[in-house]
């Protein structure tokens, strides 16, 4: 991309994103060192087994700034707060993408980008001819639940603050916050279950109070990346283990192997819910899923679980309680819809984060409304270029288990569009593909709202390589080829 003499926009004073500015103090990566790293730069301790503390990545990413001089494209205190598009009415809704399907670099600028710096209310427009959006899904606008009148937050007595703003604190700050404090933690995923966990840290000792979890949905928690013994990229990261799952758009003879390996499927899912179910006190907390382990990994919903986690609920300092049908405030803390009471001093909502909202602040009409496809995912082709939107392209806006790697990938498909390498296919060739993704989601998991593609990962590979003229099978040898794990070293050039 350097060719292209790129401008990065960063609202924030520093590289990192999340990892910087929406992070606990105990928050850790949840995939080993090598699956979450640059294809041409390792990790320093690459063979350490403990997962990266958010401090080791901002290094990582620092680092990795350093060493490739990104620093001279970034304006950093620069926000994006509008977006104009220069080429018309019509530019966006044509046969092809942006007009031909290849070369969108012509020459003309198509996009104008309203900026503000410091502590300036002057807007300063610049003109490009292509703007890639890597806002990410996360962090920046909470979502917030909704409740009837007077049975909102307004009714509480005590505080009620979302993780986003939890962040923001320092570690004096939230143990002060959660000292001797009844706390309620509303959620059941990764940022709810490390906030219950510094809570409980908080309150250890004399005068602790114990956190309680308000779990709506149940998710699959897992405590390492060893099954049995067995490491999990055995089950999910190698060419003949993704051979099980359904891919999109795949045809009758690879749909009829997979109605085949059904009952192989479902084993494989059976014997990860066993070890869980062994290793961890699910069934003593009432926290056992009913649906297969897969659909969360297919969902890229699956938790790692802190360390200690459930020995901090064994001592009394998590508790948790269903709310599987919805609960609402009271003056002294919550109550379920079944009628129980559970009284706080103070609720986090660690209710999510509404990423495609950012979007949709900044992108113009008609294209503000087109963020989001009747599956309620972003319809992404190739996971980056919008049919309807020309000379954009979308980066972080899908899920695997290395969100590094399905995103480096993606730019270098992205650098070969615009060098002119590949022609895309019609927008309705386009739309269509990009359906058969939200399909085979659909009849893969029940929560496909969700844009994952970890149980057909390196076919999604396969796809940008091919476009690129790039080799699809890129182990030594056939027995590497179908048993070895996948991970971002292969994809080196």
Partial sequence: MAAYDPVVFEATPSVGG???????????????????????????????PSFPTHTEIV????????????????????????????????????????GTGKDPLRGKPMWEVGIVTGDSNTVQYYKFEFVVM????????????????????????????????????SEEETVELMRGKKVVVVGYKKSAIDLANECAQANQGEGGQACTMLVRTLHWVVPSYSIWGLPFSMFYSTRLSQLFYE????????????????????????????????????????LTPDHPFVEDYASCQMAILPEGFFDMADRGLIRFKRASTGWCFSENGVV?????KVEADLVFLATGFEGKEKLREVLPKPFRDLVVGKSSMMP???????????????????????????????????????????KLPSVKA??????????????????????????????????????????????????????APYNNKDYKE
């Avoid at 379920?336 to 129980?340: A, E, I, N, S, V």
């Fill in 380 to 422: 992404l082709y190739r996971g980056t270029i919008h049919p309807l939107i020309p000379n954009m392209a979308f980066v972080g806006f899908v899920e695997s288990v290395s969100n590094l790697h399905t995103s480096e990938l993606r730019c270098r498909w992205l650098s070969g569009l615009l060098e002119g390498r590949f």
């Fill in 247 to 286: 891919r999109p758009n795949q045809g009758f003879f690879r749909s009829l192997v997979c109605r085949l390996m059904s009952p192989l499927r479902s084993g494989v899912s059976k014997f990860i819910e066993s070890y869980l179910s062994w290793k961890l006190p699910l069934g003593k907390y009432g």
């Fill in 18 to 48: 999340v990892w910087k500015h929406c992070v606990y103090r105990t928050t850790r990566l949840q995939t080993p060192r090598p699956d979450y790293e640059f294809s041409d730069y390792s990790w320093k301790n690459r063979d350490d």
């Fill in 59 to 98: 290094d990582y990413l620092e680092g990795y700034a350093d060493e490739f001089d990104l620093w001279r494209y970034i304006s950093f205190g620069s926000k994006v707060v509008d977006i104009k598009f220069l080429g018309g009415a019509q530019a966006g809704f044509t046969e092809l993408w942006s």
């Fill in 336 to 340: 379920l819809d079944d009628g129980t």
């Fill in 430 to 483: 386009m739309m269509g593909h990009i359906a058969g993704e939200a399909d085979a989601m659909r009849r893969t998991t029940r929560f496909y709202r969700r844009h994952c593609i970890s149980t057909y990962s390196i076919h999604d590979s396969d796809g940008m390589c091919a476009d690129l003229g790039s080799a699809t099978l890129r182990k030594a040898n056939w027995i590497a080829e179908l048993f």
């Fill in 134 to 169: 890597c806002t990410g899904k996360y962090g920046d606008v909470p979502r917030m639940p909704v409740f009837p009148p007077g049975k909102g937050p307004e009714v509480f007595k005590g505080t009620v603050m979302h993780s986003l703003d939890y962040c923001k604190l």
